[in-house]
Each structure stands twice: as C-alpha cells, then as structure tokens.
C-alpha cells in the first residue's frame, strides 16, 4: 500500500528546503567564516587607468525582497521618507507566459554624469580612480537642478536638511575592502561591485545596451551592467509604463521663469518702442515694468532653494552650468534694468541720448541672454516635452504676450495723467502692444492645444505620456490654463484696442487692461507648473500604481 503524505509531511518537507536567508543564518550558526563570501563581491584591485568602479546585477536572481533597500536605508542613516536605492518591476511575455522581473537600482556612477555637469556649485565630483560619482553635501544648495538633469532621478532631495543627496556606492566601505550595504545584504547575491572599462560602457551606452524601457543610455553612459539569461527581457515594459504620474511641481520655478520672460519681453518691447520714433510722452514705465518683474522674479527663484542663504554660490559653475549662467545673466539684466529705468526717469542726469539707448540695449541684450540660458536649462537634458521645438516657442511666446501686455497696462497708467496731446500719440502704441499681445498669446494657445491629440498614441510615446496627464491627472489645471489664456490673450486685447482711444476716458481702456495682463500671467503661471509637471521621459523601472 503506498504511504499518503499528509499536509504535515509537506510542511515539513518544505521546511527542509533552506532560503538563502536561511543558509546565511546557518553560515552563522556553525560560525562559518563569511567575510571571503562578501569579499569575492567587491573587486580585489583597485580600477587601472581608464577604468572605474560599477554595479552589476544579475536580474535573474534578484527576487525583489528589498533587502537592499533596507540595508542602504539603515547603514546610511536616511530619513524616514528617503531613499537612494528603490526595486521596480518589468513585464514581458516569453513562450506565451507573462514574466515579471524584479529590478534593483541605485545610483549608475556614470562615466558622463549629468549630475555634476548641471550642477551649478560644483556639489558633484567624480572620482578620477574609483569612477564614484559622489556629492559634497556641504557645498550643494538646495536648487535641485541636478533631479532633473538625471535621467534616471537619482538624487533625492532631503526636505529636513535643504539639500539633494545620493549613493555614494559605499565608499568608505570599499576603501576598507567591504562591500557597500546593498550588496552585502542581498540574500541572493544579486548585486555585485566590479571594475569596469570607460570606453567600453560608453560604447554600449552608444548602441544602447542597458535595460529595456530606460532612459537613452547614451545621455550620460551608466556604468551599471544589468545581466540575464532571459533574451525576453529586452522587449520588456515597466510596470508602471502604461499610468504616467505627474512630475513634481516647483511653483517658485514656474513663477521666476514667467516673471522673466515677461521683464525680458517687456525690456524688448520698450526698446523697440523707442528706437522706432516713440512719441516724447513715453516715459520710464516700461523701464520700471522690466526692472520690477525682473527684481520679483530673481526673489521667487531664492524660494526655491533648500538653502537660500548660500545662493551667492550658484556662479561656481559658470563654466560648465547653464543655471550658473541663467543667474549671471539675469543678474547683468537686473543691474543694467536699473541703470536704463533712472536713465528713463531722470534723462538729463545721463547725458546725451545715446547713452540711454545704450542701456536699454544692453538691457534688452543681457535679458535676452538670460532667456536663452532658461531654454538650456531645460533642453540639455533630453527630455522630449522639454526639446528645443517646444521650449524655445513656448519661452518666446510667454516673453512676447506677457511683455506687450505689461508695457500697455504701463502706457496706459502713464496716459491718465497726460495731457490731450500726449494721449493723441501713445493710444497708436497701445493699441500696437495689444495687437502683439493678442497673436502671441493665440498662437501660444493654438501650439499647446495641437500637442493634446497626442494622446492617442497612449503611453509608449512620451510626448503622448504628457497629452495623457494633461488631459487626465491635470485635466482641472489644463481647463483653467485655457480659460485664462483666452480670457486675458484673446478676448479682452480687443476691448481694450478699442477702449484706448485718447477721446474716451483711459480709466476704461485700464479697467480692461489690467485683467487682461492679470488673466494673460495666471495662464501662463499654470501652463508654466504644467511644463514641470507634464513632464514624463522614460524612467527607470517602478510598480504599478
């Protein structure tokens, strides 16, 4: 008679099968040594010339446990809400069965470290020996431009202290021959250190091997190596590929990048204005207006930064930052701004004319400048709802709308106290800077409302990520996007064109006027978070939502 196992034969059965975890305990218990365990993890030598540390991960033994997390977590002394090494999951199908595969990730050390490159205080070094891209937490400010320069948003930024930090692949630990936490406490040796060749990671970061559904590799060459046996898994999808998530807001951002771009609009305008024969009666307003709106927007951008008392420190990257410049140039902008509004107010205390035009040239000039360092910012990190098309257009529109306006409203303002004769003049002007405003706004609206049919492509196009969140997630901020931006750049620039009429009373043509300018910046105020926000570039893989 054959003998049936009962369910305490399997149970016991099945408790006979040690985990790793299990043997690990057992590796201790019979005070077997283990430090040759973890020590054959981690390189024997040093990395040569030419060469640097890196992680590698062998995908199919991770399991997903998160013991690496925890580890780096509790050996780092992280906060409670901070990370630096997170496990998402892949999903593919092979010989007709769905696969999922567990993924763990840190920091890539990358030969070409975005990080460090847009850093605007130096807070990044690379390590010319080891390749470890690390952070000098005491020289960073808290700007968090290098969260958005990584393509794989790496750095985290730490609320408590004010400034980003990140993996840092143990050092101290490998300097003493032991393995970074990660790595030692993985259960099934998933993760391992080893040395590996620049221009061998840049070349496959060029041919774009490195793990399906990721960032472009070739933006910054991470020197991690993900290996399996598995050929499915090069057609693989994140398993949150298909629910795009809204970015992080920076409100400070979005209101430091409108308020420029309208001082820059408003500097070109006057200039413009003035060069063109403006009448007599055109005084300091506009001036004042780009001076004002530029002042505000150099404060809102202070708002932003987790240490706002060391901001002074954010030229160190001159040389390699497109933040360091955008400061540097709105700084200029800001100084000569001054010295063209007192020119403005006070003209016999500068002496000939063309000194004054001088300076709103250079003032026009030092805007414009800092306007291009803006796009940069933005269009070097290769995100496809921040590309040159769509940045450039967008910048430039804003300046453009938003300038006229505020430079109307100004002229306006100046009107209610000037004679018959010098209304006479300025209402032409008004009515020039309305009509610009009105096709600059349209335009704008007109560009942005063609990227909402996007959508249809769904969530494998990026571009068609950021319809989607537009039009879902963000649904309520696009509507009132829309509605200001029509309400303030297409219906009331002709009321006001019609109201600024030296005949009729100017008080009219200003209570159409300022609502106008009000309506024209809180669109862009949204649309401008949206651009933030909207933004959804291939990421590295997470969980379903």
Same mark, same amino acid.
């Given at each position: ?49 030419? /060469? ?123 300097? /003493? ?15 391992? &250190?080893? &040395?590996?060749?620049?221009? /061998? ?7 774009? /091997? ?24 090069? @057609?693989? &999808? ?62 809102? @951008? ?129 009515? @020039?800077? &309305? ?14 409302? @063609? ?95």
């Amino acid at each position: 008679m054959t003998d049936v196992l009962t369910p305490l034969d399997y149970w016991l059965a099945d408790q006979g099968r040690l985990t790793a975890v299990d043997r690990f305990a057992r590796w201790h218990e019979i005070a077997e040594p283990i430090a040759p365990r973890y020590r054959e993890m981690i390189p024997m030598a040093s990395p040569r010339p030419g /060469e640097q540390y890196a992680f590698e991960v062998d995908l199919d033994a991770c399991t997903g446990c998160k013991a690496c997390v925890a580890a780096c977590h509790s050996l780092n002394g992280l906060d409670e809400t901070e990370s630096w090494r997170s496990v998402g999951l892949l999903y593919t199908v092979e010989a007709g069965e769905a696969l999922q595969q567990s993924v763990t990730t840190a920091c890539h050390h990358c030969v070409d470290p975005a990080c460090m490159n847009g850093c605007p205080v130096d807070a990044y070094e690379k390590d010319p020996v080891t390749g470890i891209v690390a952070h000098l937490d005491d020289q960073c400010i808290g700007c968090r431009y290098c969260v958005l320069t990584c393509p794989y948003e790496v750095p985290r930024f730490n609320e408590r202290l004010g400034i980003v930090r990140k993996c840092d692949l143990c050092a101290d630990r490998l300097a /003493e021959g032991e393995a970074p936490a990660c790595v030692q406490s993985c259960p099934n040796e998933a993760i391992r &250190v080893t &040395v590996v060749a620049r221009e /061998e990671v840049v070349a496959r970061a060029g041919r774009g /091997e490195f793990l399906a559904g990721t960032p472009d590799p070739a933006l910054t060459a991470p020197a991690t190596r993900y290996l399996t046996a598995r050929p499915a898994l090069a @057609s693989a &999808v994140a398993a949150d590929a298909g629910s795009p998530r809204p970015a992080e807001g920076h409100p400070p951002l979005a209101v430091m990048l409108v308020l420029t771009q309208l001082a820059v609009g408003a500097s070109v305008a006057d200039t413009v204005l003035r060069l063109f024969g403006a009448p007599a009666g055109l005084g300091a307003e506009g001036p004042l207006v780009a001076l004002g709106a530029g002042l505000l927007a150099l404060g809102a @951008s202070v708002l932003h930064l987790g240490r706002p008392l060391l901001a002074w420190r954010a030229i160190i990257g001159l040389r390699h930052s497109w933040l360091s410049r955008e400061i540097v140039a709105f700084g200029l902008f800001a100084g000569v701004a001054t010295l063209s509004a007192a020119a403005s107010w006070w003209p016999h205390a500068f002496g000939p004319r063309w000194a004054a035009t001088a300076l709103r040239l250079a003032t026009g000039a030092a805007g414009l400048a800092g306007l291009g360092c803006s796009m940069m910012i933005y269009i070097v990190t290769g995100r496809a709802w921040w590309r040159a098309r769509h940045t450039v257009v967008k910048f430039t529109l804003t300046a453009a709308a938003c300038g006229s306006a505020a430079v109307a409203v100004a002229t306006l303002v100046a009107m209610l106290g000037a004679d018959a004769a010098a209304r006479t003049e300025l209402a032409p002007l008004v009515r @020039s800077l &309305v009509a610009a405003t009105m096709l600059a706004a349209t335009l704008k609206l007109a560009i942005e409302a @063609s990227l909402l049919p996007r959508a249809r492509r769904g969530a494998t196009d990026e571009l068609g990520r950021s319809a989607l969140l537009l039009l879902g997630p963000l649904r309520a901020q696009t509507a009132r996007r829309f509605a200001c931006g029509i309400a303030g750049g297409v219906v009331l620039p002709p009321l006001v064109a019609l109201l600024a009429d030296a005949r009729a009373p100017i008080g009219f043509a200003l209570a159409a006027a300022l609502p106008m300018l009000a309506l024209l910046v809180a669109g862009e105020l949204w649309e401008r978070d949206q651009y933030f926000r909207a933004a959804a570039p291939p990421r590295m893989p997470g969980t379903p939502a």
